[in-house]
């Protein structure tokens, strides 16, 4: 059945889990995810990103999501809008039928300028007001993704931040935090901690210094009732690099987020936490190697089927790990 992120998050705090958001584009994604969650009893959240929509179209990827719902009736599923640049992006996700929006007011509605607070608090509260009279969580965020090491927010196409940013505004504030849940009664906060969106988050494997797990703990301490939302949360996995560069691939060598630092993340308040480039990565390397060794092969469903396998067992692993296991 269709759930509110709020009905979910508030299972999760309950009970001490968090729970992987995938971002979904096609059909093999979604099939992969939610074989994932049937075979490991868990809650979902998928989200369509403004990229999604451009590529998939809305009315395919709601119809996705829907059918995701029909096949799988026993496990509760979130649909929710990520990175929504307006309050009017969100009310027209809430009128197809999401359950859940992000309003991220951290950037303007170009997705790359950074904003003012004021700016941010006033199209995030507008947000949950409309929301909220349709019964649709709405997530804020508050700080922009960026690398501690190099001021800059990654990923060149979608949501992130133009130019250099300085060290305060890739941290979010505490104090800071609670006064903008306070006036915007979000349902749920996301955190600027060091992360950034896509493959090349850190040079070399993160320290304290690079990924702030401390500045959560400060928040958590500060807000405890506030769901937290960790972004760009891929852990690119070596061995998923590896593969990819062995069969033809060139992917200079990065580092992600280590699982085991978000589950420390999710000791202390974090209920979300958002993957996509991991799904990215899986899929393909799984495509190329079967490629590789079936050079005859020219059946896209014999590949594919290759990618949902590798993106299933990825889910599999984030499900276990966090938690999200035996709650659906
Ligand atoms: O927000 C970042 C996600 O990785 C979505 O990326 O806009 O390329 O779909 P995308
Ligand atoms: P990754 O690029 O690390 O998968 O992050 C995805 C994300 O934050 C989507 O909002
Ligand atoms: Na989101
Ligand atoms: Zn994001």
Known sequence: ??????????????????????NVNNL??????????????SPVIVQASAGARKYAGAP????LILAAVEEFPHIPVVMHQDHGTSPAVCQRSIQLGFSSVMMDGSLG?????????????????????????????????????????????GEEDGIGAEGKLSHEQMLTDPEEAADFVNKTQVDALAIAIGTSHGAYKFTKPP???????????????????????????SSVPQEWLEIINEFGGKIPETYGVPVEEIVEGIKHGVRKVNIDTDLRLASTGAIRRFLAHNPAEFDPRKYLKESVGAMRELCIARYEAFGTAGNA
């Open 1 to 22: 059945a269709l759930i509110s992120l709020r009905q979910l998050l508030d299972h999760a705090a309950e009970y001490g889990y968090g729970v992987p958001a995938f």
């Open 28 to 41: 093999e994604q979604m099939r992969a995810i939610m074989e994932a969650a049937d075979r490991t009893d």
């Open 60 to 63: 395919f990827l709601r119809h």
């Open 109 to 153: 509605e170009d997705g790359k300028t950074p904003t003012s607070y004021a700016y941010n608090v006033d199209v995030t509260r507008r947000a949950v007001e409309m929301a909220h009279a349709c019964g649709v969580s709405v997530e804020g965020e508050l700080g922009c993704l960026g690398s501690l090491e190099t001021g800059m927010a």
């Open 207 to 233: 320290t304290g210094d690079t990924l702030s797990i401390s500045r959560i703990k400060q928040i958590h301490e500060r807000i405890p009732n506030t769901h937290l939302v960790m972004h760009g949360s």
